[in-house]
């Protein structure tokens, strides 16, 4: 039987009677639509990755070839928190359309281009809208599910996530043989076109007018400074020294623009990124959790491959089945976190459990040497996906619980952000660690030539390698082994931090709940800001007199967090039958 869900929106204000406008439709559909633009989101890169020597040699401009991933993924990083604001301030679902169209443009620009200079500014424009899909997939399905329930579909986002990593390469490939690169951008339309049409069709929110305006200033001082630290981070120690003039002044203007972005925020009526919500414990160490989760994936992502490929001789064609054991143990894994979430309403296992495995795997990744076993290999990267599996989602939801309704767009927006953050450092930091190690073990094992073919191995393929004398190739063997296994040492101290941050966390009840008699009598339960009002105490008690009467929404919610979180929204909830 088909499952549907009803948004009741309060149209009433102050202390009027309010009258609920009832629009049905299908949460199923409306989340199959959310899932098809989350995976666009995150398929974008994969496939053209795999497409850019194919368009290099078509288009020329191999000197700007760096920046086609560059221009998307700075656009990305900077308009994120803006779309979550926006999204908070005009209505979740027109910000969200805004952005799919914006990405279907960039999408059949970048596909027309002419020159690499045009595909890197048709690629910002399709990351600008990029950045918004991810944003509104969370703040969405925020808005339509509550915490209690939105475990049950962290196995459907994981899948979407694991798909895009092992997918995007084997797709990327197939389609620039077969239709040409251009395709490879191509295809974003008819996929987005259905998400669109879907999400116009089926979803209904409350449509928000708000008369504050738009915080300009933060915005340009944000984008300046996230800019300035994706450069660093991109370009330090490999297109430019990490001591040169170019990135110690990005890094200079990337920290003067932030610390006038934190001013400008204390004082603006609708600031974009609001330091209130970092007053919740619970946000605040998940933001942290989903920056070194963001350091750690990305960079395992990047040298796992690199290393199975060298090492274990693996074929790079199939590059993303290597990840395989790894993307399906946190699929899985997530998906149990999410049931056992729905089912018992307790999460804070999940940080403390997720952090140690992450710690483990990141521990038994660096241990592997020139004679460790793909089996070996693939049982460690299993116990790392297990425990990202316990953080991927749980850090969203548990950040989204930690706020008022209201602020569910910028909460989503800086959880999302921070986790790019994170993987730009790790990628930057790991990657610098790898290649110092690489051209250390070349230079004692192999000499003048070792170092020469180390200032080359990331682009060094198999049957390169396999051309190399058998003592300079037995050396770079060694040295990509050694390089792994410090990259992996260093994720996993980072990662230490993750755990120590778990202790941390503050088990207050999930919003769909149901009410708690001991929590709702404890002070430690009583909302997203770890407080409760006097005035907002008296709504959640109104709240559920109403509800006693059968005149308020379906909403299982504790009294406490109605108040905190919905009696500062706009009134609308969601319930869901089957």
């Known amino acids: 039987m088909a499952e ?85 301030m005009y209505g979740r679902k027109g910000a969200f359309l805004t952005s799919i169209v914006i990405f279907l443009i960039g999408s059949a620009l970048s596909g027309m281009a002419q020159d690499m200079n045009q595909l890197i500014a048709f690629r910002a424009i399709q990351g600008l809208g990029a950045g918004g899909l991810m944003v509104g997939v969370m703040a969405i399905i925020g808005d339509l599910i ?46 987005g076109l259905v998400a669109l049409a879907m999400v116009t069709a089926v979803l209904h929110l409350p449509k928000k007018r708000s008369k504050g305006k ?30 040169s003039a170019v990135i110690m002044e990005l890094a200079a ?19 974009i990124l609001p330091l209130h919500i970092f007053r919740s414990r619970n946000f605040t160490v998940m933001s942290l959790i989903g920056f070194i989760t963001g350091f750690v994936m990305f960079g395992a992502v990047l040298f796992l491959p690199l290393y199975q490929q060298t090492v274990q001789g693996a074929n790079a064609t199939n590059s993303g089945l290597l990840l395989l054991p790894m ?48 089996l070996t290999s693939g049982l460690y990267m299993a116990v790392l996906g297990a425990g990202m599996g316990c953080l991927m989602q749980i850090t969203m939801l548990v950040a989204q619980n930690s706020v008022e309704m209201k602020d569910m767009g910028v909460a989503s927006s800086s959880t999302t952000l921070f986790r790019t953050l994170g993987s730009s450092f790790g990628v930057a930091i790991m990657g610098a660690l790898f290649n110092n190690r690489v051209q250390d073990v070349m230079a004692e094992r192999a000499g003048a030539m070792g170092g020469k073919v180390a200032e080359h191995s990331t682009q060094l393929t198999a049957e390169g390698l396999a051309k190399l004398p058998d003592a300079v190739r037995d050396a770079y063997l060694h040295a990509v082994s050694a ?39 404890s002070p430690e339960a009583a ?8 005035d907002m105490a008296k709504a959640g008690t109104a709240t559920a ?16 967090e109605v108040a905190a979180g919905d009696a500062a929204a706009d009134g609308r909830t969601v319930s869901e039958t089957v």
């Open 527 to 534: 909302g997203p800001a770890d407080a409760q009002p006097a």
């Open 4 to 88: 549907t869900g009803t948004v009741a929106v309060d149209t009433g204000g102050g202390g009027a009677a309010a009258t609920k406008e009832r629009q049905p439709r299908s949460v199923r559909v409306v989340l199959m639509a959310l899932m098809i633009a989350m995976l666009l989101a995150m398929l974008d890169n994969m496939i053209v990755g795999t497409a850019m020597p194919t368009i290099v040699g078509d288009l020329g401009g191999l000197e700007h070839l760096s920046w086609v991933v560059t221009a998307y993924t700075l656009a990305t990083a900077a308009s994120t928190p803006i779309w979550g604001k926006v999204g908070d």
């Open 253 to 271: 203007i990337g920290v003067a623009a932030l610390v006038g972005f934190l001013f400008v925020q204390s004082k603006a009526a609708e600031p």
């Open 214 to 243: 738009i915080d300009y200033l933060g915005a340009a001082l944000l984008t300046v400074g996230i800019t300035s630290i994706v450069l660093v981070t991109t370009w330090g120690g490999s297109q430019y020294a990490w001591g």
């Open 483 to 521: 390089g792994t296994h410090s990259a992996f040492l260093l994720g996993s101290i980072i990662a230490i931090l993750a755990l120590i941050a778990a202790v941390f966390v503050k088990e207050v009840p999930l919003r769909g709940a149901g009410p708690d008699k001991e929590a709702s009598s």
């Open 545 to 560: 007199d109403a509800a006693a009467n059968g005149t308020a929404t379906a909403d299982a919610r504790p009294v406490e």
């Open 327 to 374: 993307l399906l143990s946190m699929m899985v894994v997530s998906l149990v976190a999410g049931r056992v979430t729905t089912n018992t309403g307790k999460y804070k296992v999940f940080p403390l459990v997720g952090s140690v495995l992450m710690v483990a795997g990141l521990f038994l990744l660096a241990q592997m040497d020139t004679e460790t076993t793909r």
């Open 146 to 191: 509550p915490p209690r329930e939105r475990g049950k579909y962290q196995g459907m986002m994981a899948g979407v996530m694991a798909l895009a990593m092992i997918g995007g390469p084997l797709v990327g490939g197939a389609i620039t043989d077969n239709w040409g690169w251009r395709w490879s951008f191509y295809i974003n339309l008819p996929l």
